[in-house]
């Protein structure tokens, strides 16, 4: 199983993109002042079969972390990851943002 993953932070489409053989995952996003909304998650079944989808969100929201900016998670899928570590990424939520 893969611990870490490499994101790219594609800014012409607005999405982190991870890349595991011949396939895709994807999280857009929309910034705005000092927040990054997490808009919208893609990631083919394959790739969470094999375990990826923990990796690649913690590389995410490690760059978040890395910019100094909140998080403000939009789309289901990125708000029960937060949900389901809420100790570790609390400090990324802006104030006043409970999940």
Known sequence: MISEVEIKDNEFLR???FYHQDQMARIEY??????????KFEMP???????LLEPFMEAVFQEVKNRN???????SEVTSFVRKYRRKYKDLLPVGINI
């Open 15 to 17: 999405q982190f993109e």
């Open 30 to 39: 929309s910034l705005q002042e000092r927040k990054i909304f997490l808009t």
């Open 45 to 51: 079944d394959e790739m969470k079969d094999e375990g």
């Open 69 to 75: 900016i909140s998080l403000v998670p939009t789309c």
